[in-house]
């Protein structure tokens, strides 16, 4: 059984960071590409930064500079640190994988960046 546990999240002040990381039971991480999503209240869940098995990355416009997805594949554990965060960074954010068609999700965590 596939499980992803997101963890992290919090109340940061505007120009704060913060360390996300999802672990994942049930599924080898290494073998597939790992997304971070995220979804604000009132609106569309949009992609945040991907890294595929080999290692390559891409993010959002709105993060790039600021975010950085990585991978510990010896913890089975993908991470998204988020520097110089803003408000407009709050949402819930989640993690996802693809296997054999099929999308897993975790729960999400909440991230608030607030004065």
């Known amino acids: 059984q596939v499980q992803l546990v997101e963890s992290g999240g919090g109340l940061v002040q505007p120009g704060g960071s913060l360390g996300l990381s999802c672990a994942a039971s049930?599924?080898?991480?290494?073998?597939?590409?790992i997304i971070w999503y995220r979804q604000a209240p009132g609106k569309q869940r949009e992609l945040v930064a991907a890294i595929t098995s080999g290692g390559s990355t891409n993010y959002a416009d709105s993060v790039k500079g600021r975010f950085a997805i990585s991978r510990d594949n010896t913890k089975n554990t993908v991470y998204l640190q988020m520097n110089s965060l803003k408000p407009e960074d709050t949402a819930v954010y989640y993690c996802s994988v693809r296997q054999l068609s099929f999308d897993y999700w975790g729960q999400g965590t909440q991230v608030t960046v607030s004065s």
């Open positions: 049930g599924i080898r991480l290494v073998l597939y590409a």
